[in-house]
T-cell receptor
């Protein structure tokens, strides 16, 4: 089984500033995929960004980018120019085979 | 386009009563289907997943069971609820092939009293 660890239960950021959420994972698989999901107060989980493990280039989606360090099994999420709408619970996840494995989440507060 | 519906959204049940949460996916065929539980302040715990009709894999032995009577229907059940079954239950699907994203339903809040 894979494990995904998010060591920051809570984070806060000033509006317009940058914040980085940490994630580490443990897998023996060579073929896997990594994701960041966002769960706003409305509770519907939505995908923020994904990274294929075989790609060296870090994924980016507008203000969201990742720092994928394969050897260190680290997959952090950087949110630039933070907005009030970014306030949510963020989950890191890995996928291999037919299963997704999720971390325990980081609650992000955006301070106006 | 594909959609996922999950119901009921909120449920309050006494200990020992049965449970049935239903999830349906529209706009796709042969999806992989998942049931997760999210306890307060904790992450997502995979309960069951299914890669086809009648095929159920259980990740955590417990008081719950799952069934997939139709290709796009996934049901979470219990014969007798426990207090510890309280939580937020999420149904999700992904394409049966490839490594695409997981799409989540709106969730069901279960409170067992």
């Amino acid at each position: 089984a894979q494990t995904v660890t998010q060591s920051q239960p809570e984070m806060s950021v000033q509006e317009a500033e940058t914040v980085t959420l940490s994630c580490t994972y443990d897998t023996s698989e060579s073929d896997y995929y990594l994701f960041w999901y966002k769960q706003p107060p409305s509770r519907q989980m939505i995908l923020v960004i994904r990274q294929e493990a075989y790609k060296q280039q870090n994924a980016t989606e507008n203000r969201f980018s990742v720092n994928f360090q394969k050897a260190a099994k680290s997959f952090s999420l950087k949110i630039s120019d933070s907005q009030l709408g970014d306030a949510a619970m963020y989950f890191c996840a890995s996928f291999t085979g037919n299963q997704f494995y999720f971390g325990t989440g980081t609650s992000l507060t955006v301070i106006p | 386009s594909q959609t996922i519906h999950q119901w009921p959204a909120t449920l309050v049940q006494p200990v020992g009563s049965p449970l049935s949460l239903e999830c349906t996916v529209e706009g796709t065929s042969n999806p992989n289907l998942y049931w997760y539980r999210q306890a307060a302040g904790r992450g997502l715990q995979l309960l069951f997943y299914s890669v086809g009709i009648g095929q159920i894999s259980s990740e955590v032995p417990q008081n719950l069971s799952a069934s997939r009577p139709q290709d796009r229907q996934f049901i979470l059940s219990s014969k007798k609820l426990l207090l510890s079954d309280s939580g937020f239950y999420l149904c999700a699907w992904k394409q049966g092939w490839g490594t695409g994203e997981l799409f989540f339903g709106e969730g069901s809040r279960l409170t067992v009293l």
